[in-house]
């Protein structure tokens, strides 16, 4: 459901024929400049059908790179990141909707434009 809300989402469907689930994953960074705010991810759930030039590469979780731009509501609190309990990506209005909470943590953001600015294999040495 959630690629058919961003801008290139043949990308992400060309890269994950069987999808990319969102499941459970670690916000790691949020960064706002001007009218748009980057979220990165961690994600564990790699899926089955992944793009096969990594291959070549060891991993065990996929790093992805989401952009809000234009956004016209922004809503935080409280701090700490961690694996997500609540992650709720909509559109409503016209506008792209992701609602997240973790512990004290919660976040609260609506924009026009959602774009995957980046998705790679990521060796998350927490696992191993």
Do not use: C
Not at 88 to 101: R, T, V, Y
């Amino acid at each position: 459901m959630w690629p058919s809300l961003i801008t290139n989402k043949k990308m992400i469907e060309s890269m994950f024929p069987e999808g990319l689930d969102l499941n459970l994953p670690e916000p790691t960074n949020i960064s706002i400049a001007s009218n748009d705010i980057k979220i990165s991810f961690n994600l564990r759930d790699i899926p089955k059908v992944y793009p096969k030039k990594w291959d070549d590469e060891y991993f065990n979780a996929i790093h992805l790179v989401l952009e809000f731009g234009d956004v016209v509501e922004f809503l935080s609190s409280g701090s700490g990141f961690d694996w997500l309990n609540t992650l709720e990506l909509k559109s409503d209005n016209g506008h792209i909707l992701i609602e997240m909470a973790v512990g004290s943590f919660k976040l609260k953001l609506a924009s026009n434009f959602l774009t995957v600015r980046s998705v790679q294999p990521y060796d998350d040495t927490r696992w191993e």
